[in-house]
């Protein structure tokens, strides 16, 4: 059987981003994801453009980590 991803349009809570280099975590409201990112991308694709406000860790270098509720 296939394995569907979920797009970023689907998600029904903030989205949250956690820094794995310093520990900072960001919550952006939906509303705010689909301006910045749109809601067409896979969770995957949208961390290699996100970049800690912090420290700048960069998550296509694998330190940032997202989650929401789908």
Do not use: Y
């Amino acid at each position: 059987m296939a394995v569907i991803w979920p797009t970023l349009e689907r998600i029904k809570s903030p989205l949250t981003i956690t820094c794995r280099r310093c520990g900072h975590v960001a919550f952006w409201p939906r509303e705010k994801v689909f301006i910045n990112l749109g809601g067409s991308p896979l969770p995957h694709q949208i961390r290699s453009k996100l970049r800690c406000s912090l420290c700048q860790a960069r998550g296509r270098d694998g330190l940032i980590n997202i989650h929401a509720e789908m």
